[in-house]
């Protein structure tokens, strides 16, 4: 089920465009979350609350040095070690030392797309180490030998039969495509995991410098299982995810929970900042901190895109998307999916790799209005464009299509003078006419012909407003002012 | 007292693809007692390829926009994508040459939405008695993105259609969900885009009306091309077409 990462962005949504099943999901999770999220930004949650929340996180942003000192401070005070990480290799190798040292067989995870961003679980699974999801959609996912598809959603591309199949297949229960069922066949499987394992591996939703914690939430309590039970924990998140003050933590939690499932709260909310401390019943003997930077610096330095690292991964932009909605996650082809995940990766991983998903939109706007911390992606894809049509040095970004950029330049000689205007019109009509049939363009040429395959065109007027504006409108007017 | 005047702002897509949009604009502020301007050399507002990332030729079409168009009194279009480049987009393009940015804040702050010249400028409400307007039927309305999110015009259009005797507004679902149009989007990736216009079709079909209407050509252009290609005999239709019909 693994996709073949050579599909081209248009090769993968046409895969998932073709499935009604996927569209059916989707649109239920964008009707119920997406619809939730929005009513609450309207009904309890004001836009000075937002507002106020972005400008923490701005600020937070502009002093991310200090802020992630103090936290680091406080972490280590408690016992804790913390790990700055420049790149994902690093980060990934930090984590098979740690197992290393400690001699560990099982890893149990709770959702983090960090660390797939860094890739750390092919690397233990190299070194015999076996990985287990814990979070029940990831879960399935690893089971499949699949990629998560949504934020918070990350099975939600799979109905219950194919899961009912799996679970028949690798966990050995009779089929049964009961919810119930299955999820109870999942939860006893995952119970024995968690009380074996020896290290819990987890990323983190929002730390919080003032306190010195990081902060995971869950629906399903099996982060809190992960990260107090085994020996070791492990937290990865990337370098922006820190609240300078516990009253920054709170106006983003709030807006997280909110944004993610339409949840005031969700069911589990651990706050964890250290090994078990002397006296204490639970806990990890070890606790670590992997702090990454992985090519969040950069975005940091540039104005254009500093913004984004105010994202707090609620998912909230996927939930609304037009284009996710038929498209899903997979034609992404990344950990970071949808309107996010537009922007983040080509920074993360490179503009011109990416370069369909900073072209891949409409720009309608609607992720913007949903973000509960007002990121502009429409803005910063229009960013990333500008960069791939004439490159970016500090970006090591090259003009992406040769043919496009001359298009646009005859395009601007042709706008630059009405009468190039003018002659393109005319030029327009001939060519459109052994096409036209009962006004409208069923066929075209060109770069028409992908607009035509599906849709109609209608062809160039007879006579342009220009036209009828002198032959018409203008004469007509005229008489009337001097009535 | 005095007319107010207006210079048209007719978009490339209007000029060539659907001037008796600009012609149903005309005879609407004719109507009203408008005077009207038109330049005639006027192309493209630059949309196109400030949407493509192509800025340089965007700045070079914005800056002989702010030539043509910066002694009018009040610019009119029948768009809100291309006042949305105008009053936003331009402000983005010379955010580092102060003079033009100065030209182009100037300009932004005089440039107007069809819909929303007539209700917020004009003080138009209604339709029946000020433009002796009839449409008969049940219609539906698009938010365009850019009109809705961009311009934040949602109510003008709604109270022009509510008013316009003989016409019934039935809300489609999510009637600000994209179309799919997207300007080059829509033949850079045509099979996102009709799925995306299927979307929006289903939705307009829903609501049993037998026209949609709205306030960029662009969009109605994408749905009345998937609307015709499917069979339907639902009409796409722009906003000054249904204030045009009928009366004097």
């Given at each position: 089920?693994?996709q073949?990462?050579d599909?081209?962005?248009s090769?993968?949504a046409?895969d ?6 996927l569209?059916a999901a989707?649109?239920m ?33 502009d002093n ?25 290799e690093?980060a990934?190798h930090?984590c ?10 099982r890893?149990v ?6 660390s ?7 690397l233990l699974?190299s070194e ?26 990350p099975c ?7 899961i009912?199949?799996l679970f ?8 049964s495509?009961?919810?119930?069922t ?14 074996t ?6 990323g ?15 629906n399903e309590g ?18 922006e ?5 516990l ?21 589990y ?6 090994p ?10 070890e ?17 254009r895109f ?16 037009p284009?996710y909605?038929?498209?899903?996650g ?11 995940g537009a ?5 993360l ?41 004439y ?12 043919t496009?950029?001359r ?16 002659l393109?019109?005319k ?15 069923s066929?075209?040429v ?7 395959a ?14 009828r504006?002198?032959t ?11 009535e | ?33 408008v005077?009207m ?23 070079k079409?914005?800056?002989r926009?702010?030539d043509?168009f910066?002694d009018s ?23 580092d040459e ?5 030209r ?16 917020d400028?004009l003080?138009?409400?209604?339709p029946?008695?000020?433009?002796d ?6 219609v ?6 850019h009109l809705?999110r ?9 109270l ?19 179309c ?5 989007f ?7 885009s009709?799925?995306?216009?299927d ?8 609501t ?11 969009c109605?252009m994408?749905i009345?091309g ?5 069979g339907?005999?639902?009409r ?6 249904i204030l ?5």
């Amino acid at each position: 089920m693994n996709q073949p990462k050579d599909k081209t962005y248009s090769e993968l949504a046409h895969d998932a465009i073709g499935n009604e099943e996927l569209h059916a999901a989707i649109r239920m999770i964008q009707d119920r979350i997406g619809k939730s999220a929005q009513a609450l930004w309207r009904d309890e949650i004001t836009p000075e609350h937002r507002r106020l929340a972005k400008e923490a996180r701005m600020r937070t942003l502009d002093n991310l040095d200090e802020v992630l000192a103090a936290l680091a401070e406080k972490i280590r005070a408690r016992g804790g070690h913390v790990h700055f990480a420049a790149t994902a290799e690093d980060a990934r190798h930090y984590c098979l030392e740690v197992a290393r040292k400690h001699n560990i067989k099982r890893v149990v995870k709770g959702k983090s797309m960090t660390s797939a961003e860094i890739g750390v679980d092919p690397l233990l699974e190299s070194e015999g180490i076996e990985v287990v999801e814990t979070d029940l959609g990831e879960y399935i996912i690893q089971l499949a030998g699949d990629t998560p598809s949504h934020i918070i959603a990350p099975c939600i591309h799979m109905n219950k039969r194919q899961i009912g199949k799996l679970f028949q297949e690798k966990l050995g229960i009779p089929y049964s495509e009961d919810p119930p069922t299955l999820t109870r066949a999942a939860r006893k499987a995952l119970r024995e995991k968690l009380l074996t394992a020896d290290m819990g591996l987890s990323g983190c939703n929002i730390a919080c410098a003032e306190t010195g914690h990081v902060c995971l939430v869950s629906n399903e309590g099996n982060i809190r299982m992960a990260t107090t039970m085994p020996k070791v924990h492990i937290a990865l998140m990337g370098m922006e995810r820190v609240t300078a003050t516990l009253a920054e933590h709170d106006m983003l939690l709030r807006l997280l929970t909110r944004g993610a499932a339409a949840q005031k709260v969700s069911t589990y909310v651990s706050f964890l900042g250290g090994p078990r401390q002397p006296g204490e019943t639970d806990g990890p003997e070890e606790f670590h901190l992997v702090i990454i930077d992985n090519g969040r610096m950069k975005m940091l330095a540039d104005p254009r895109f500093r913004e984004v690292l105010s994202c707090i991964r609620c998912g909230g932009c996927l939930n609304i998307c037009p284009v996710y909605g038929r498209i899903g996650g997979h034609a992404y082809n990344g950990p970071y999916p949808g309107p996010i995940g537009a922007v983040v990766m080509p920074l993360l991983q490179g503009v011109n790799e990416h370069a369909d998903l900073c072209r891949g939109e409409s720009l309608c706007g609607a992720c913007k209005d949903i973000c509960p911390v007002n990121n502009d992606l429409p803005r910063m894809l229009s960013e990333l464009r500008h960069m791939l049509a004439y490159g970016d040095e500090n970006w090591e970004v090259a003009p992406v299509d040769k043919t496009e950029a001359r298009a646009f330049k005859a395009w601007s000689a042709a706008m630059s003078c009405r009468t190039a205007y003018n002659l393109l019109v005319k030029a327009g009509r001939l060519v459109q006419a052994p096409f036209v049939k009962n006004g409208a363009l069923s066929k075209g040429v060109g770069p028409l012909t992908k607009w035509t395959a599906t849709r109609d065109f209608p062809p160039i007027a007879r006579k342009t407003f220009a036209e009828r504006w002198k032959t018409d409108h203008a004469k007509r007017l005229n008489e009337t002012d001097n009535e | 007292m005095t007319r107010p005047t207006v210079t048209l702002f007719i978009q490339c897509l209007v000029d060539s693809l659907s001037p008796e949009t600009g012609d149903a604009m005309v005879r609407v502020l004719e109507r009203l007692g408008v005077r009207m301007h038109y330049p005639p050399n006027q192309t493209c507002c630059g949309q196109p390829a400030f949407n493509s990332g192509y800025r340089r030729e965007a700045a070079k079409a914005a800056r002989r926009f702010l030539d043509i168009f910066e002694d009018s009194e009040a610019i009119v279009c029948p768009s809100g994508s291309c006042v949305h480049m105008v009053r936003h987009h331009y402000l983005d393009l010379f955010r580092d040459e102060p003079a033009q940015l100065a030209r182009a804040r100037m300009v932004a702050d005089k440039t107007f939405e069809f819909t929303e010249y007539l209700v917020d400028i004009l003080g138009v409400t209604d339709p029946g008695a000020q433009l002796d307007c009839r449409f008969d039927g049940a219609v539906t309305y698009h938010d365009s993105c850019h009109l809705a999110r961009g311009l934040g015009i949602r109510r003008q259009p709604r109270l022009l259609l509510e008013n316009t005797p003989g016409l019934t507004l039935i809300e489609m679902d999510e009637s600000d969900r994209c179309c799919g149009f997207g300007g080059t989007f829509s033949v850079k990736y045509p099979e996102i885009s009709t799925a995306m216009v299927d979307d929006k079709v289903r939705t307009i079909l829903d609501t049993g009306a037998k026209a949609v209407v709205g306030c960029d050509v662009s969009c109605l252009m994408n749905i009345q091309g998937r609307l015709s290609r499917l069979g339907s005999n639902v009409r796409a239709l722009h906003i000054a077409e249904i204030l045009a019909e009928g009366g004097k």
